[in-house]
């Protein structure tokens, strides 16, 4: 099972998650068009999809494509941005010294911002750990740094719900 911990301070995004497997396996799963797929079906909001993906012997990269319907988003969000969001993701991974490295960004329509971050899959005693740390900017004057708040929380229920998701995920998989 997924052992999660977040921490959100205004637009910053820190994210940790452990599994009970090593790095290579979270990674290779977690990067796969199989897990991906299934993870969107699952979690993915409205007209969710992969729309490119590409694996090479030096990494991964793909897109995603998840939508949020404005009614699930909080009332001080919905009155900055009108109708329901559509968020693009891009994650590039590559093995790095005993790990791998993830780029994240992420941009969502219908809001002037964008997520920029760093993923990390390593071993650790017991399995492994993945860290995503990210920042949301928003360039909007004086209500930027509420919804980049706004945003930032949206985005660490997801994370928690992604990790709880892939805990599941590797232990249909492991059955």
């Given at each position: 099972?997924?052992?999660?911990?977040?921490?959100?301070?205004?637009?910053?995004?820190?994210?940790?998650?452990?599994?009970?497997?090593?790095?290579?396996?979270?990674?290779?799963?977690i990067t796969s068009e199989a897990f991906l797929t299934d993870r969107l079906e699952a979690l993915g909001g409205k007209?969710?999809?992969l729309?490119?993906?590409?694996a090479t012997e030096n990494g991964v990269s793909y897109r995603l494509r998840q939508g949020m319907?404005?009614?699930?988003?909080?009332?001080?969000?919905?009155?900055?941005?009108?109708?329901?969001l559509v968020v693009h993701r891009l994650e590039e991974w590559r093995a790095q010294g005993d790990g791998y490295t993830g780029s994240l960004h992420t941009k969502i329509s219908g809001a002037p911002g964008e997520i920029k971050g760093t993923a990390r899959v390593r071993d650790v005693a017991d399995g492994s750990e993945l860290a995503i740390d990210a920042n949301?900017?928003?360039?909007?004057?004086?209500?930027?740094?509420?919804?980049?708040?706004?945003?930032?929380?949206?985005?660490?229920?997801?994370?928690t719900r992604e990790a709880e998701f892939t805990a599941k995920w590797l232990a249909a998989q492991s059955g």
């Open positions: 099972m997924a052992n999660g911990n977040l921490r959100c301070m205004a637009g910053r995004i820190e994210h940790r998650a452990s599994f009970a497997t090593p790095a290579h396996d979270l990674y290779s799963k007209n969710a999809q729309s490119d993906y590409s319907d404005a009614e699930n988003l909080p009332s001080a969000a919905r009155t900055l941005l009108k109708g329901d949301v900017t928003v360039g909007i004057p004086l209500v930027g740094g509420k919804l980049e708040q706004v945003i930032a929380s949206q985005v660490q229920r997801l994370l």
